[in-house]
């Protein structure tokens, strides 16, 4: 069904395309042009520019324009809050929630919609991290860094037809800083947290050529560490340690319409995690990683025409070594190292046919390869000894392309329609179809309907397929006493695919911005994991992926934004999630069935000040469970909040200092790397 469907929007896309084409229109406008057409008045233009997402519809357009849930998190709003990583900043996000797992990564729900349903993208390129799905981006949000991020712009809903299988639940695209006039910056901070007595701190620079001639280019440098969270004992519930980012670009502007662009950035992680019993140290873990990507990409414009082509490489590594210690004596237990590889090529092509129609329609041929001591397919890619311990790596590859079209309409300074269809193959999944239409009403200029109707897809990664790896060892399952816990892949898990459906409500005041909306995605063979074999024999949990028949993620809304006056303006956000397996009505683990995240802004002169935090009821702890026996264990449910404030002083021009708290009031979950407050000092300059 979901396949004649999409031949049948095909067809009437190609079919009213044509028609478009063949319209007469001797004007050159630009995209960008095209997008603004539709403003009543310079003014308005001025006012909604810094709302403009090109992450939405591939295209620049303005918020209000399109269909699909959007969100910017500003320049403004990461300066006044000081964000360190994408995680602090997605926190207020509607819709948006987070989860810590036991090793301190973080789960995000778009939603409802997991971590490996959302694609983390910087200025259009994909992010390579863990080969796992379930935790690909777990440590990128703490990852990624604010130092050289202009905005983001967060899509939530599914963005299948434009962006492919990891964007079934939505996108985040990271905007990094352009500027045209020489510029260096420099942050530097330092951190306590109430659970540690260590100290936190980064030190970035960043220095911009501004435009010299056809060239320009930036460099940067830094180092971050993050502190470790103990629990009661004294373990860490977090790998911590120290990250490195080094980043350099620079681009040549060969005319007035071709630009190509150079880009390289590398981060370095050395991070561990310590286990405790008592006073003593049992357990010690070194987790290294080195994430690289660089590549080219040309910009050219011909008529009514943009045209991008990219190509670029990502390299992540990472090795685990786990260690014991008895009696002082510190002994290898396991090791492992993968190395997750991706080649990417993009080609767009933007066509702005008139002043109403926007064609868009591009490509992209991905290669990923995998080479890990965490898969066993039957291949062999080496065999290693360190200390005593053997261990063999298998490699996987899978090969990607995909195609798609969109077509952006305005028939009416009314009207916003803009269907897509993405077709995406593989060399080790079936070929699917990604239809989807979006529809923004403006019933005038302060009263806006949305609709989204569309199809998702989503492949398992290569080790929920190949895996094979001692999770843990040890680990206590109530009366039976402990186990080891091995986790194995599935090679013939489906693929997950959806149907979904959103609508919204915008209304805008004065000083009042209020939106409602209401969501239900439908997700058939949800691919999750659990405890399927037990041997009692050799005391071991074998934990595996399977498909369910289906989950349903659904709720809603609701966010209000208010200006007070010139100085005060307050923001509110709530979400109600009813996540579900469609066959059993149990609810999905680790999240809330209500969210409510919310803040006051304060501008004064050369003061800035924000306080501003969430609120989780009702959340469904699966990490923090009670144990029945070694394969059932019950969930509990919990209330959680942090809040945290932030005050910023503009010494001058160039120059302001900050100080701040995070999870002010103090709240404690270990098994989710919430220990008390962490106090905040830093100082940003401008050269």
């Not at 797992?101 to 993208?121: C, F, K, V, Y």
């Not at 259009?124 to 080969?131: P, S």
């Given at each position: ?7 049948l929007l095909c067809v009437v896309y190609l079919t009213s395309a044509t028609g478009v084409v063949g319209a007469e229109n001797n004007s ?656 940003n300059l401008r050269m």
């Amino acid at each position: 069904m979901k396949k004649s469907w999409a031949a049948l929007l095909c067809v009437v896309y190609l079919t009213s395309a044509t028609g478009v084409v063949g319209a007469e229109n001797n004007s050159s406008t630009s995209v960008v042009s095209v997008n603004k057409s539709q403003n009543n008045t310079s003014d308005e233009q001025s006012r909604h520019m810094k709302d403009i997402t090109v992450t939405a519809t591939r295209t620049e357009a303005l918020v209000r324009d399109v269909p699909i849930a959007t969100t910017i998190i500003s320049q403004e709003e990461i300066k006044s809050r000081q964000y360190r990583n994408l995680e602090q900043a997605l926190q207020s996000v509607p819709g948006v929630a987070f989860s810590t797992d036991a090793h301190g990564g973080q789960n995000i729900t778009m939603r409802g919609a997991e971590s490996r349903h959302t694609l983390i993208l910087i200025d259009g390129r994909r992010v390579t991290g863990e080969l796992t799905k379930t935790r690909a981006n777990a440590m990128g949000w703490l990852r990624q860094g604010m130092d050289n991020v202009e905005r983001i712009e967060i899509t939530r809903g599914p963005s299948s037809a434009l962006y492919g299988s990891e964007a079934n639940g939505g996108v985040i695209n990271i905007i990094t800083k352009q500027s045209r006039k020489p510029s260096v910056e420099v942050n530097t901070e330092i951190s306590r947290r109430d659970a540690s007595s260590a100290t936190g701190y980064n030190f970035n620079v960043l220095a911009r050529s501004g435009q010299q001639g056809k060239w320009n280019g930036s460099i940067g440098a830094g180092i971050r560490r993050n502190i470790a969270g103990n629990n009661d004992s004294g373990s860490d519930n977090n790998y911590h340690g120290d990250q490195i980012p080094l980043h350099f670009d620079v681009s040549y502007q060969a005319g007035k319409r071709d630009k190509f662009s150079f880009f390289i950035d590398r981060e370095t992680e050395d991070l561990d995690m310590n286990t405790k019993k008592g006073s003593a140290l049992t357990q010690s873990v070194d987790k290294n990683t080195t994430t690289t990507s660089t590549g080219l990409r040309w910009n050219d414009r011909r008529g009514r025409s943009s045209l991008m082509v990219q190509s670029y490489y990502n390299h992540y590594k990472d090795t685990y070594d786990q260690y014991k210690r008895t009696g002082g004596i510190k002994k290898l237990s396991i090791w492992d190292e993968y190395y997750n590889k991706e080649w990417i090529t993009d080609a767009q092509v933007n066509t702005a046919i008139d002043k109403k129609n926007l064609l868009t329609y591009g490509v992209q041929f991905r290669r990923q390869e995998a080479i890990s001591t965490r898969i066993n397919n039957g291949s062999i890619a080496w065999s290693r000894t360190r200390e005593g311990i053997t261990d063999t790596a298998g490699k996987a590859t899978i090969n990607y392309g995909s195609y798609f079209v969109q077509h952006q309409w305005k028939p009416s300074r009314k009207w916003v329609i803009i269907p897509a269809v993405r077709y995406d193959t593989s060399n080790a999944f079936d070929s699917h179809w990604s239809p989807k239409i979006g529809v923004t009403y403006k019933a005038n200029d302060s009263l806006r309907f949305k609709m989204n109707y569309g199809a998702g897809y989503s492949t398992p990664g290569m080790t929920e397929m190949y895996h094979h790896w001692l999770m843990a060892s040890n680990v206590p399952r109530g009366r039976l006493g402990t186990f080891d816990i091995y986790l194995q892949g599935n090679p013939n898990l489906k693929p997950e695919s959806s149907y979904n459906f959103d609508f919204s409500v915008e209304k805008d005041w004065k000083r009042t911005n209020v939106k409602a909306s209401y969501f239900h995605n439908v997700i058939k063979n949800y691919i999750e994991s659990g405890a399927n074999r037990i041997d009692m024999a050799n005391r071991r949990i074998y934990v595996s992926y399977s498909n369910l028949p289906r989950a349903v993620l659904q709720g809603v809304e609701l966010s209000v934004n208010h200006r007070l006056n010139d100085k005060w303006d307050v923001f509110g956000n709530y979400t109600y999630l009813d996540a579900k397996n469609d066959v059993t009505h149990d609810r999905l683990l680790n999240r809330g069935r209500h969210v409510f995240s919310g803040g006051v802004n304060y501008h004064q002169g050369r003061w800035t000040g924000a306080f501003w935090g969430n609120y989780y009821i009702n959340y469904l702890d699966g990490i923090d469970a009670i144990v029945v026996n070694p394969r059932l264990s019950i969930p509990k449910k919990k209330n959680i909040q942090t809040w945290n404030v932030m005050v910023t002083r503009q010494l001058n021009d160039n120059a302001s200092m900050y100080v701040g708290v995070e999870n002010i009031f103090g709240e404690k979950q270990d098994l989710r790397d919430i220990h008390g407050a962490t106090y905040r000092i830093g100082l940003n300059l401008r050269m």
